[in-house]
């Protein structure tokens, strides 16, 4: 491999790595050669990736943390500090949607339950925010680092049905903008912080809406791919690729910024 791209021997902390998208950045992170402390606050999906990621060969360490805790994030960090030595990489994946923060077709925002609002949010902005206040401070002591975060298609433009989704996404893409320039400037150019907005991959949290119960599309899957150029969904590991990217030498110039992978959905106006 060009060590330009290269990640072997950088120390990742990912969070949500029991989920879809955490476990193939994980796998991915280990079969690149990278150390990998995982995160998540389900014991036993953590459990079963720890497991996978060993047998893989990767060096692993596994953590219950809740990224809403931020003194649960710095127990962790400082044990990643005394096992690694340093934290290269964070990979801010947990977060999400969820069903009681998803309007049905015919429902409207003022009758969903309020308090799925500040689920939503909470989760996505504080579950970003909170693990980079922590993790920051690592990278500004010791010079270097490379956070990403996961904005989305949201962010872009209007989806319907998944309000505090949107807003919690857009606030992310303009928290990686914010911290990128907070970082660059406060600490040097070796610690960048970027994003990833990820365009519609079929997944735990999105299937109901996406697929009909016999394995068909629902008109929702049939709107978003009249507006995908590539006319398909995504597959989760095509993301690795990108982040692998941003978090190698190759992206040395590259801070602040909210990059696509969307088979080109951001890009056409479905016309």
């Not at 401070?137 to 962010?155: D, L, W």
């Amino acid at each position: 491999m060009n060590e330009m791209f290269s990640i072997a021997g950088k120390v990742a902390v990912i969070t949500g790595a029991g989920g879809v998208l955490g476990g193939s950045m994980s796998r991915h992170f280990v079969s690149q050669g990278a150390k990998v402390a995982v995160l998540d606050i389900r014991q036993e999906q953590l459990d079963s990736r720890v497991k996978e990621l060993e047998a893989l060969g990767g060096d692993v360490m596994g953590f219950n943390c809740n990224v809403l805790d931020i003194e649960a994030i710095e127990r962790t960090a400082e044990a990643v500090l005394e096992r690694f030595g340093k934290v290269d990489i964070l990979l801010n994946i947990a977060g999400g949607n969820m069903p009681g923060a998803t309007l049905e077709p015919d429902q409207p925002f003022f009758k969903m339950g309020i308090e799925f609002w500040d689920k939503v949010t909470d989760l996505n902005i504080n579950g970003t925010v909170y693990p980079s206040y922590v993790f920051s401070r690592v990278m500004a002591e010791q010079g270097s680092g490379c956070i990403i975060n996961i904005s989305s298609m949201a962010a872009y433009s209007a989806i319907t049905r998944v309000p505090g989704y949107s807003v919690a996404k857009t606030g992310i893409s303009s928290f990686t903008q914010w911290l990128a320039a907070e970082m660059a400037l406060k600490f040097g150019d070796k610690i960048r912080v970027n994003a990833l907005a990820p365009g519609f991959f079929i997944g735990d949290q999105n299937r109901r809406v996406l697929i009909n119960p016999d394995g068909s599309l629902t008109e929702r899957s049939r709107k978003v791919l009249a507006k995908t150029p590539m006319k398909r969904f995504g597959d989760i590991n095509e993301l690795n690729g990108t982040v692998q990217f941003l978090c190698s030498d190759a992206a040395s110039f590259i801070t602040g910024a909210v990059i696509p992978v969307d088979g080109g959905f951001s890009c056409f106006s479905g016309v």
